[in-house]
């Protein structure tokens, strides 16, 4: 998840920020939860890997003001931990070898000018990635009205490409989020019933697999605007069309998960709040997904 302070907004310069959990809470899902959260930003050159202190947690303060740490980070990448008594500790310098790409691309940028750099299992970690993201921030202020093509960016280059046929790192996307500082929290905005959430993640799910956007210039929106729901309706018809001539071309995982959500856009009563709903959105869209890609690619 990206972060710009509106500071930078000029500077083109990136906070990259980790979050490291005690061994015995990241082998424990049952126990834990709450969602990981990465906020990330471009440093200007790939940063060399360092000693992490985090092995020690003892030796880090207590954090009890994250915007201070963040606002004063003297490292383009730093690091915090969460202590077994569940306290956030920190920051270090968390420098690590990872190449960026020269400029910040969108998932509509690769599904409108580079859908080669979506490989067959690429499109199975993306569409797993941000059926979680859904389920996960549908109703926080990270995730503004729906899933947009435009705010799922991709900042790490893929490891060995050349500069000059630059490939993204598709499997680690990561959602932008734009706050204002007047603002006096981080409210959500949106009034957007959740079948429009799912139908849209679903049109996604289908222009992934398709590696093309299949929006029309009409119906394509802003980053910053607000997507209206006839906007939506919109996009969702045209994507229905689509499908009903070419579902049969989409594999069977693929195809039970997009079926679902676009079916979702004629069920009001959708909300990702109620958890026996979010576990069924969970059992038709993410788990047929996973299983076919552990299936493709023989994943244990």
Known sequence: MSIRHAANLNAGKWLDVEVRLPPELDESPEKNTKVKIKITTVPPASATSTTLPYHNVSQLQVVNDLCSHLQSACHPCIGFCVDDQGQLRGAYNAQRAIKYTNQ?????????????????????????????????????????????????????????????????????????????????????????????????????????????????????????????QFSIMARCLNAQKYWQEHHDQVSKGFSHAIKFCLKCLMDPGADLKDQDFARTVEQEVLIPLEDEMATCFNIP
């Open 104 to 228: 910040n691309i969108s998932l509509e940028d690769i599904l409108r000018s580079r859908p080669n750099h979506l490989g067959f299992q690429d499109r199975y970690h993306l569409a797993i990635t941000l059926t979680a993201t859904l389920l996960q921030l549908s109703h926080t202020s990270w995730l503004r009205e729906t899933l947009s093509k435009d705010d799922v960016l991709f900042l790490r280059a893929k490891q060995g490409s050349a500069p000059a046929t630059e490939q993204v790192d598709i499997k680690h996307p990561y959602l932008s989020h734009e706050h204002s500082s007047e603002q006096g929290g981080l409210q959500p905005t949106s009034m957007l019933n959740d079948n429009f959430r799912i139908a849209i993640l679903g049109v996604i799910l289908l222009e992934i697999y398709e590696r093309r956007s299949l929006d029309y210039p009409t119906t394509t929106t802003s980053p910053s605007g607000p997507q209206d």
